[in-house]
């Protein structure tokens, strides 16, 4: 079974920046493709970014330039490095991981921006 867990999330001012940690209960680099997600209440939840086994990573539109995705060498995470947050950056932020044909989610962390 695989379960991820989020942290790092909380509250930010506009402008400042918040990591996020993804822990893989295996490493991450048996994975397909791992990815952040957010939601907002009333919203569909959206695809942030996303990294592939092979490292290519790709953005959303509303991101690109702000926020990084990043594997650990040593560790089984994954990294949302997210900077010059905007308020509208707001939502529960979600790791999944794509493992054997199938989407496991972790549990989600709320990210605050106050502007």
């Known amino acids: 079974q695989v379960q991820l867990v989020e942290s790092g999330g909380g509250l930010v001012q506009a402008g400042g920046s918040l990591r996020l940690s993804c822990a893989a209960s295996?490493?991450?680099?048996?994975?397909?493709?791992m990815a952040w997600y957010r939601q907002v209440p009333g919203k569909e939840r959206e695809s942030v970014a996303a990294i592939a086994v092979n490292g290519v990573t790709r953005y959303s539109d509303s991101v690109k330039g702000r926020f990084s995705i990043s594997r650990g060498n040593a560790d089984n995470r994954v990294y949302l490095q997210m900077n010059s947050l905007k308020a509208e950056d707001t939502a529960v932020y979600y790791c999944k991981g794509h493992f054997r044909g199938r989407d496991f989610w972790g549990q989600g962390t709320q990210v605050t921006v106050s502007s």
């Open positions: 295996r490493t991450t680099f048996t994975f397909d493709a």
